[in-house]
């Protein structure tokens, strides 16, 4: 039986919502565990809500924890918008040719870890719909010390997961090393992951899919952390990872479509810029 737009609208926006609920129980267990073996008092997710600024258009959630124990910085947005994009936005954007009205549905998450030895983690899925409708999504790795295991585990999850669901991992691995590479750098952003957008056609498929994904990170980074959770690090490790951040923050605001999307519909800006890390240098 096929399941009309309104009702995948429900069923996916309702996902990322209890996605977005797993990750903060998640992330606020690892920031608890680490406090209580060191002795020191955690800190804790702090809830923001807001809406567009005609309430009719949705708006979101987001969950923040800053200058934790274990976490510099972990954000996790959900939102739920629609309404109508500018003139010269919506010719980006498929199926908008006769008609600029959209909905969007989605989860993103960026964790800036304390410790340099642990990587930054990007994730993020959505569900997109105007005359047509989209899943889209993936996620990144971006550690300021290259480990060779790191990056074996990482992309060997990955290629299980887009084989677990017919879906094409070398083709999702070059489009990922193609969108993260800070091109006035010349260089990659990290060691990749996923990346894939379009996804029409079998929603049901896609979306066991696009849960599938959400389910890989929880595992991908809990394991990544856990690995290296308790790794000794010092200021030089710490500087290093800042002028890598420096180079996070570059990207997500001179490449990062999401970061595009947020400021061409209404976004809430706090939620927009989550992603950026709490302190970086340059060079």
Not at 21 to 31: G, S
Not at 156 to 177: T, V
Not at 262 to 269: D, E
Request: hydrophobic share 35%; charged share 25%.
């Amino acid at each position: 039986m096929k399941i009309d737009i309104e009702t995948q609208k429900k069923i996916a926006s309702d996902w990322f919502i209890y996605l977005q609920e797993k990750i903060c129980e998640e992330f606020q267990n690892l920031e608890k565990e680490y406090s209580k073996r060191k002795k020191i008092r955690p800190k804790y997710f702090k809830k923001n809500e807001w809406k567009k600024s005609n309430i009719n258009d949705g708006g979101g959630m987001y969950y923040i924890l800053t200058n934790g124990q274990l976490f510099d910085k972990v954000g996790v947005n959900q939102s739920t918008v629609q309404g109508q994009f500018s003139k010269n936005f919506h010719s980006n954007i498929p199926g908008t040719k006769k008609n600029n009205y959209y909905w969007a549905s989605g989860i993103s998450v960026v964790a800036h870890m304390k410790n340099p030895k642990i990587p930054a983690m990007h994730f993020n899925t959505r569900f997109v719909v105007t005359s047509k409708s989209w899943f889209g999504g993936g996620m990144d790795v971006t550690p300021s010390f290259l480990d060779q295991n790191e990056e074996k585990l990482l992309h060997k999850k990955l290629n299980i997961l887009c084989k677990n669901n017919k879906k094409n991992y070398i083709s999702f691995k070059k489009w990922c090393d193609k969108y993260f590479f800070i091109q006035h750098l010349n260089e990659p952003r990290g060691i990749g992951g996923i990346f894939f957008d379009y996804l029409y056609k079998d929603w049901e498929k896609n979306f066991k899919f696009i849960r599938d994904v959400g389910i890989c990170f929880l595992e991908v980074s809990s394991d990544i952390i856990k690995n290296k959770i308790f790794s000794d690090w010092n200021k030089k490790h710490k500087n290093s990872q800042l002028i890598k951040r420096g180079k996070y923050v570059e990207f997500n605001l001179l490449y990062d479509r999401g970061t595009k999307f947020g400021l061409n519909t209404g976004g809430n800006l706090d939620a927009i810029f989550m992603s950026l890390p709490p302190e970086a240098k340059w060079k």
